[in-house]
């Protein structure tokens, strides 16, 4: 008699599960159950539980406990980890919120020096002081403890509270080269304003404080289709879309540096980039407070970004000829038959004389003024953190021959566009990069401005001012969870605050005999967050109270557990 291997088919909705003879079935239906694995993910989605966490091991030096923990991946992109691109996303759309049309202005105002701070800043200076002497004097070896001495020092600032860096003890080398700031003939002039600190719009007829939603496009490359692509492919400019795209996100910096010396006020911004159809990025934009339409499209016809770069607009090293080498020697990469050094990166820099590029917008400028707590103001949050959970590559992904060319074509055009100074591509045009080493591949740049999944969108896709919202996502993440707390302590549930600062952390070494599978870390994870959200379900029908109450104001709020 021989045993038979059964499983449960997945039962529908109010139909119990049928017990099914695994055995009896082909090889196709068998693999067609989902897998073990496949059962516990969709479990953890269901239930927002990061999918991909990390495992670390945490130990505590007082009690030598040691137990592992799953620490959440973090992913902004939904197609690696649906719940951390949502809980992002969550995150996202109350710090545009938040800003939008704030009224009052955001206190940042930045704490007096305490006495610690002086004394520990004699001390570096002593040190810098003693520092030079001994390397006047040649002992590189007292030089190198009073070198440990400054580091020290320095980290003892910024555990007390010290922003920015304090500089090198080290002399510095060349000087960066300085370039001119007027502004280019062909370039209409600015009206200049002395900035004032204020970030909140103008009011009007008493009451009414609009801000607006605007969007900004790079210019054209060439005549494009309705699907994106160009109509004369051979004439269509892929180099400068190729460096436009790369250089985007310092064309809008200086935009808005444009529009705050022309209005006159400091103002604040939340944006993200996008992909056009045509592959081309371009900006969505919420500004506080309104500006006229008329100075939004001055001040874009007016911004540009010079890029003073070396030339790269022909290739030194081809493709298929012999590449630079490493010459340990002269610690820098050589002719491969010459053997001379090919130009340093601060030489080619100083020899420049015309910017390499010149990125600027578009004509089109759209602009419309919203006002707060309003439909329209929500819909337009969720227009501009629509993609936030999406990678470029799956916003404009190709659903024709003419398409994919389209992006290969640019794709080929972004492997031989340097990204920044520290470009690997730079070799490939004779020119060392910045901090080139050993271990620098010729042509080969790890930077996303060349991956086919990005087409040159090198990241920053979402764009914040510094007092947008007054508080940045760790603070937006720490309200989320005193809100959780405040709710759950209405109903007598506290949650004991625990002191983690003595814990030691550790990443997990893969040989680790000790470390739980991941997929039980997660289904612990599952329990505990069905806990919780019970416990915060709780709180929701306490906070509600008797039937017939609007609770208009908790069920806006019924995914802070969730995010938090």
């Not at 910096?253 to 444009?258: A, E, F, Y």
């Not at 003024?369 to 337009?380: F, N, V």
């Not at 990443?507 to 039980?520: E, G, K, Y």
Request: aromatic share 6%.
């Amino acid at each position: 008699m021989t045993a038979t291997s059964t499983t449960t088919e997945p039962a529908a909705q109010g139909v119990a599960s049928v017990p099914l003879d695994v055995a009896g079935r082909t090889r196709a239906e068998r693999m067609r159950v989902p897998l073990a694995a496949d059962v516990v993910k969709a479990a953890a989605e269901q239930h927002g539980v990061c999918v991909r966490p990390f495992t670390m091991e945490v130990g505590d030096p007082e009690t030598g406990e040691l137990r592992y923990v799953a620490v959440p991946c973090g992913s902004t992109v939904e197609s690696v980890c649906r719940p951390c691109a949502q809980k992002a996303k969550a995150l996202r759309v109350t710090q545009c919120r938040e800003g939008w049309h704030r009224t009052d202005e955001p206190d940042l105002t930045a704490e007096s020096p305490t006495g610690d701070h002086a004394a520990l800043v004699t001390l570096r200076a002593d040190l810098f002081t003693a520092y030079q002497q001994t390397v006047v004097a040649g002992d590189l070896e007292e030089a190198e403890d009073l070198r440990e001495q400054i580091t020290q020092t320095d980290q003892e600032l910024r555990q007390l509270g010290m922003r920015g860096r304090l500089p090198s003890p080290d002399t510095p080398g060349k000087c960066a080269v300085k370039r001119s700031t007027k502004r280019r003939q062909d370039a209409p002039e600015l009206p200049r304003r002395k900035v004032a600190k204020t970030t909140v719009g103008r009011e009007y007829a008493g009451r009414y404080r609009p801000s607006m939603f605007v969007t900004l496009t790079l210019d054209s490359y060439g005549r494009v289709l309705e699907d994106g692509t160009p109509v004369r492919p051979d004439t269509y400019d892929y180099r400068r879309a190729a460096r436009d795209a790369v250089h985007f996100a310092s064309l809008v910096d200086r935009w808005w540096q444009n529009l705050r010396r022309v209005v006159g006020w400091d103002v604040q911004y939340f944006g993200t980039v996008e992909p056009q159809k045509r592959a081309a990025p371009h900006l969505h934009a919420a500004v506080r407070g309104s500006i006229s339409h008329e100075v939004l499209r001055l001040v874009t016809a007016a911004t540009y970004h010079q890029v003073w770069w070396p030339a790269h607009d022909e290739r030194v090293y081809l493709d298929g000829e012999p590449l630079p080498e490493w010459d340990s020697r002269v610690r820098s990469f050589v002719d491969p038959v010459t053997r001379a050094p090919l130009t340093s990166w601060e030489d080619a820099v100083a020899a420049v004389d015309e910017p390499a590029h010149v990125a600027r917008f578009g004509v089109q400028v759209h602009s419309k003024g919203i006002l707060g707590d309003t439909e329209e103001a929500g819909r337009h949050i969720g227009y501009l953190t629509k993609y936030l959970t999406k990678s470029t590559g799956e916003v404009i992904e190709a659903g024709s021959d003419r398409q994919a060319a389209h992006h290969e074509r640019l794709h080929a055009e972004l492997q031989v566009t340097p990204c920044s100074a520290s470009c690997a591509v730079w070799l490939l045009y004779g020119v060392n990069p910045k901090g080139v080493n050993a271990k620098t591949v010729p042509g080969r740049c790890k930077g996303r401005a060349h991956r086919r999944s990005s087409l040159g969108l090198p990241g920053r896709r979402v764009l914040v001012s510094r007092k947008w919202s007054g508080k940045t996502l760790t603070d937006h993440r720490a309200d989320r969870k005193a809100f959780v707390a405040q709710m759950l302590a209405a109903v007598g549930i506290v949650k004991p605050v625990t002191d983690t600062s003595r814990l030691i952390w550790r990443t997990v070494d893969p040989s680790d005999q000790h470390a739980p599978p991941r997929d039980h870390l997660l289904m612990h994870a599952i329990a505990q967050r069905i806990t919780w959200r019970a416990e915060y379900d709780r709180a929701l029908l306490a906070a509600a109270g008797p039937p017939g109450r609007d609770v208009s104001a908790t069920t806006d709020t019924a995914d802070a557990v969730d995010a938090a």
